[in-house]
């Protein structure tokens, strides 16, 4: 059986206003509505999709740009159930910010913000954390039902952003402050996935300064955080390095398939997925096995395993992997390296980062951001 009902939302008029490219961005996501069409199918969680009748609809939207006007969202990840504390709610999801503002610039790794967004409505409920320049939050982010918030940075200091320079793994409580700055292992964290073990967690880091992803133990024992013995590197060789249209490019999205122990990796600049097996216990074992090369990729970043068991990558179109004709696309392709579908989330080039799939009792929710229009869109399914 397929979806029943589409809780459709209506784009949210403030969202234009606080974003001036946000009209533009809305526009083009009336122009691929038989693209999110190809959401709604590829959504249905391991059972055979019937036709779906497409009707004139558009994602809830918000802007993810909050008041100091930081813009470009990289990360984004759901708060899990059983999270405590009152800062976060369970659903909700955070966004992190790479770009300072238009007042201070647009500059490329200064962002310092990382939002918390309504997974209903798209909008802006607050600011989670607000550091001091230069941060660069990337796409590194993840929640643990535990209490911690992780999030990479790469930042610059020059207005020219000719100075890319790896931050460490911030590491943050419920409440958002900050409770510790992992360096070690963590080469700019340029992507980030979780092996979530109690009281325990494995952290996988992908590391854009030097090709490589890395496995650190971390203890969250009597609520507390502390990294245990040193970093594993589990992949290398990936290739990475400087770029005109995305600052840096390497090893990016990671997606922990926790059932076979499997670490997907989005390779930018390879232009590749790769798959390491035994992730939780391997060590070095090069780029991993092949899984995924086609036309369709254009510098893959945001990576997911959908509820079908497919895995979906966010084309980040750097300047060595672009074409203009297939802006901002989302690729879908089996884990089996069938490639499924494809669709732009924007018409201008670069648009597509991060993405998420999860489900909230029945509702089957899929988010995107959008990094020209400072913007986030969630479609949300109820069977």
């Known amino acids: 059986m397929g979806f029943a009902t589409l809780n459709a939302h209506s784009a949210n008029a403030d969202s234009a206003s606080a974003c001036p490219r946000a009209k533009k961005g809305i526009d083009g996501v009336k122009k691929i509505l038989i693209g999110l069409g190809a959401v709604l199918m590829l959504m249905s969680v391991g059972r055979a999709a019937r036709a779906f009748p497409l009707k004139p609809f558009l994602p809830a939207q918000g802007s993810t740009s909050p008041s100091n006007g930081d813009l470009v969202p990289y990360g984004l990840a759901e708060v899990p159930d059983d999270f405590p504390g009152h800062t976060l709610k369970r659903g909700q999801l955070l966004v992190s ?122 203890s969250f024992h009597h609520g507390g955080f502390s990294v245990v013995g040193s970093p594993t590197t589990i992949g290398s060789g990936y290739a990475f390095g400087l770029d005109a249209a995305a600052l840096v490019v390497g090893p990016a999205g990671l997606a922990y398939d926790k059932r076979h122990d499997r670490l997907y990796v989005a390779s930018e600049d390879d232009n590749e997925i790769f798959a390491i097996d035994n992730a939780s216990t391997t060590s070095d074992g090069g780029k991993g096995t092949l899984v995924f090369a086609d036309s369709s990729l254009e510098g893959p970043l945001g990576l997911i395993v959908a509820p079908n068991g497919n895995l979906i990558t966010a084309n980040a179109d750097p300047t060595a992997h672009q074409n203009a004709t297939t802006p901002s696309e989302l690729v879908e392709f089996t884990k089996s390296g069938n490639f499924v579908r494809e669709f732009s989330i924007d018409p201008n080039l670069g648009a597509a980062f991060a993405i998420l799939n999860v489900r909230l009792d029945a509702v089957n929710q899929f988010a995107w951001v959008d990094d020209v229009t400072a913007s986030i869109s969630i479609l949300r399914l109820a069977e």
Request: charged residues 10%; aromatic residues 10%.
């Open 97 to 218: 910010n790479f770009n300072s503002g238009v007042a201070s610039g647009n500059l490329a790794g200064q962002g310092r913000t990382i939002v918390i967004i309504d997974h209903n409505t798209a909008q802006q409920l607050g600011v989670f954390y607000q550091g001091t320049s230069p941060i660069g939050f990337t796409n590194a982010l993840a929640i643990v039902p535990e209490g911690f918030v992780f999030a990479g940075s790469v930042f610059t200091t020059k207005p020219d952003a000719s100075d890319p320079t790896a931050g460490p793994l911030l590491v943050f409580d419920k409440n958002g402050n900050l409770v510790d700055s992992i360096t070690t292992g963590t080469n700019g964290p340029w992507g980030l996935a979780v092996n979530d073990l109690g009281d325990s967690a494995q952290l996988f880091v992908s590391n854009v300064f030097d090709g490589t992803v890395t496995r650190l133990n971390v």
